[in-house]
């Protein structure tokens, strides 16, 4: 379970809020102010992300697996910040990811995959023990979490990546929101997107 | 000698029940205490503990756990002997579960008030319909419901507004989402009505707060709190004069002369006992703890009832591909049912059912379904586009009927406090098994008119948190209770403020008859002092 805290300031989570990579993010922060308040009042908790900050990981290693990212994502514009915190949890949950990671890496090059898009049917996702690790790393700046959660209990092995940077919202982010922020309005609901017929 | 009270009225617990009942009483300027277990959290600190959350799923997540104020989700805290999981997302904080309801606010019909008379099966309510209906306009207008006032709410298409209403809904219903639309076109030849779910979701700025947005998030916290949440309430009884006490952990009623309840106690986080007086105590503690209390209390239970009947809206769901883009996510998470098999006939053979359309951004389950598949690269956006534009999910509930056997107790665990925690012994019971043979053939017709792919139609029973059944009201003092004022038989400056009073479940979210109920025991409360 949640470790107890004291019971006048219970509710600060591991992570720190969310990298401002979003423009309802970069919005809201502008009209509200409150992420710096946030900050402010809650306590970082001891979680990985805060004990072990990415300075402390090799920068060789960092800019290693920030590649490997990029290419299992098909993304240029990953955060670094983010690729620190991914490489960080998942070795927290497997002391020998960082070995799997450098060993998947070689065998993308190996085989000579410079684009996701080559991947599938490869030899290399072929290879169970590659398919899980690229797996993990894509599970992770997809979703925007490690691990696997379990429904209704208090704890599980998830730990928190990324939120509004998650990937699995920029496909649909001209149709839908990112809940808890907000677009168009009361009532905006009633007509479907402007693309719909491409879709 | 006239005798000193602590206060006219102790209210235990701060949800919306509760916070209703010492509102109306407040306001009549009677004094108030309100004891809560749990802390006062405010909603800008839900939201970031939701948005940093690894397990968003979890509703109860973003929302305090502590040891000496648990969730339900605490497997140390409510414990199971039967053969479901019987698991509520109960939180303890000022405000209530209401935090993370999804704010459906439906009206019983008169024949749910009846199911024995008219259908021969579980129990009348004591009161009937007419007699509760101006209690649900009040309810309905504390709360901010929004919704149509000409439709059939038995979902029979009856062509005149059922169950019949002395004043219009307080807000119109927000407009139908183009996904609801398309669906309902395409089941209207199976037979299917769509119903709009009213709902406690502003459509314009009410009672200080704002209109829905959209924000897509009803659970686990709205982030603009257009959704009603008990907090309204328990900050408008502040305002009104009550005295709310939070982290205070109500653990005896302690009974006096003339059967009369004339103390409670409750424990704090250090460990400190305090005694409180009053003339009358109204239990607002949800409709598990509230049981509990009574029966760690030895109190209200000559009927040996108490902690038994309880029902949940035992359900199940279905999930499939549309056969053309809809994009659920635009809006609330809810807001429309088909009800065709709500009242009939039937329900003298098999449950009343109910089948909610979700409206959830479904990215997070669409893209774990696909990662779980192996697809990635360009081909698994392509794929999280097409089918988060056609997840369709339909969360189904049926009726349960009241048996003694399914029942909350005192566990033998005890919390931070030295306070038992809750065992839960509950099966879901035939009633309810046969309607679910229903609803599959109704799954079936909705994939045939609608759908590309079915996701899931099989996922056993879940979980709906609608509580009911656990201090039971009814005519006989032998086998309820309370009586329709929700009265204790035995106690009578002791009401209940729970949907755990309820006897007949119906397949409606029983809050907002919860909240009726309780203000009309605030009226009879303020007539007798």
Known sequence: MRQPSPPADNQAHDAPADAPQSPSRRQWLGMAGALSLGAALLPLGAGAWAAVPPAALPAEQLKRFHALSQLLTGREHLDADLSARVLTLLTEAEPAFPQQAEALGQALARAGIAHIKDYPGSPVEQDATHKKTAMAIISAWYLGYTGTPKSGVPTDDTRFVTYTGALMFEPTADATVIPTYARGGTNYWQHPPAHLAAD | ?529
């Open chain 2, 1 to 529: 000698m006239s005798i000193q009270y602590d206060a006219d009225v102790i209210v235990i617990g701060s949800g919306a029940l509760g916070s209703n009942a010492a509102h109306e009483l407040a306001k009549a300027g009677k004094s108030v205490i309100i004891l809560e277990a749990g802390s006062r959290i405010p909603r800008w600190k839900v939201v970031e503990n939701y948005r940093t959350s690894s397990r968003k799923g979890n509703y109860n997540d973003p929302y305090p756990n502590q040891p000496w104020a648990h969730t339900s989700y605490d497997p140390d805290y409510l414990e199971n002997t039967g053969s479901f999981d019987f698991r509520p997302g109960m939180l303890k904080l000022v405000g209530g579960t209401t935090w993370h309801w999804a704010a459906a606010a439906w009206r019983y019909l008169p024949n749910d008030m009846k199911l024995k008379s008219v259908y021969g099966l579980g129990r009348d309510w004591p009161i009937d319909y007419a007699t509760l209906e101006p209690w649900y306009q009040r309810a309905e207008e504390a709360l901010g419901v929004s919704g149509s006032d000409v439709e059939d709410q038995s979902g029979q298409d009856g062509g005149k507004t059922f169950p019949p209403r002395s004043k219009p809904y307080p807000m119109k219903p927000d407009a139908v989402t183009y996904m609801n639309q398309r669906f309902a076109e395409a089941l209207e030849p199976a037979g299917f009505h769509y119903i709009h779910e009213p709902n406690a979701r502003n459509t314009r700025p009410y009672d200080s707060r704002p209109a829905c947005a959209g924000n897509n998030n009803c659970m686990p916290v709205c982030p603009i709190g257009a959704m009603y949440s008990g907090d309204t309430h328990a900050t408008h009884a502040e305002r009104a004069g009550a005295r709310l006490i939070p982290e205070a952990t109500a653990y005896r009623l302690e009974k006096g002369a003339g059967n009369k309840i004339v103390a409670v106690h409750y424990r704090t986080p250090k460990g400190e006992d305090v005694r409180l007086t009053a003339r009358y105590f109204i239990v607002a503690a949800h409709g598990l703890e509230t049981a509990k209390l009574l029966l760690i209390s030895e109190v209200a239970n000559s009927s040996d009832q108490v902690g038994r009947n309880l029902m949940d809206h035992s359900g199940s769901g279905l999930v499939f591909l549309a056969k053309e883009p809809v994009w659920p996510g635009r809006g609330q998470i809810q807001q429309g049912c088909f009800l065709n098999w709500r009242d009939g006939e039937f329900r003298k053979r098999h449950s009343a059912i109910k089948h909610s359309v979700g409206n959830a951004v479904p990215n997070a389950d669409v893209t774990r379904r696909l990662l779980a598949m192996g697809v990635t690269g360009p081909e698994l956006d392509r794929r999280i586009r097409h089918d988060a534009a056609r997840w369709m999910s339909i969360s189904t509930v049926y009726e349960v009927l009241p048996d003694p056997g399914n029942r909350v107790t005192p566990s033998s665990k005890k919390d931070a406090l030295g306070i038992p925690g809750l065992s839960v012994h509950y099966n879901v019971d035939d009633y309810a098994a046969a309607g679910r043979e229903v609803a599959y053939e109704d799954y079936r017709k909705m994939v045939a008119a609608f759908g590309e792919e079915v996701i899931e139609d099989r996922t056993g029973w879940q979980n709906r948190d609608h509580l009911m059944g656990t201090v039971i009201m009814g005519a006989d003092p032998k086998d309820s209770v309370v009586n329709h004022e929700c009265r204790s038989y035995d106690h009578d400056n002791l009401f209940l403020a729970t949907t755990g009073v309820i006897p007949a479940s119906g397949v409606i979210n029983p809050t907002l008859t919860g909240v009726a109920l309780s203000i009309r025991l605030a009226d009879i409360i303020r007539r007798e002092i």
